[in-house]
Nanobody, 123 residues
C-alpha cells in the first residue's frame, strides 16, 4: 500500500493561510480516493476535503470557499491550501486514502493514514 507523509503545518493568526502537503510513495494495485481529515482535541475526526481520480473535489461545509485540495501527479503530492483560517480550524490534519477513486464522498474514516501535521490558529 502507499505511504503518506504530511508537512506544512504550523501556527498562524486568524485570517492567515497555510498550505499542507502530503507526499505519496509506494504502490497500489487499484485506484483510490485521497482526502484530508482533521481532529481537534476532544472532538470527533472529520473529513475536510477529497479528490478523486479525475481530480473532482469535494469539501466539508465548514471549509467550503476557504480550503482548496489539489494534487501534482508528477510529484506524487497532495495539497491543501487553507485560507481565511479560523481558530476552529485548529486541529491535527491528516491525509489518507480510501475507496476506489471514482466516488469520494466526505467521510470521517479512511483506509490508510499519514501521521498528521498540526495546525494551530490563534492570535
Amino acid at each position: 500500500q502507499v505511504q503518506l507523509q504530511e508537512s506544512g503545518g504550523g501556527s498562524v493568526q486568524p485570517g492567515g493561510s497555510l498550505r499542507l502537503s502530503c507526499a505519496v510513495s509506494g504502490y497500489s494495485n487499484r485506484p483510490y480516493c485521497m482526502g484530508w481529515f482533521r481532529q481537534a482535541p476532544g472532538k470527533k475526526r472529520e473529513g475536510v476535503a477529497s479528490i478523486d481520480t479525475e481530480d473532482y473535489t469535494r469539501y466539508a461545509d465548514s471549509v467550503k470557499g476557504r480550503f482548496t485540495v489539489s494534487r501534482d501527479k508528477a510529484k506524487n503530492t497532495l495539497y491543501l491550501q487553507m485560507n481565511s483560517l479560523k481558530p476552529e480550524d485548529t486541529a491535527m490534519y491528516y491525509c489518507a486514502t480510501y475507496g476506489l477513486g471514482t466516488w469520494c464522498p466526505i467521510r470521517d474514516d479512511a483506509d490508510n493514514w499519514g501521521r498528521g501535521t498540526q495546525v494551530t490558529v490563534s492570535s
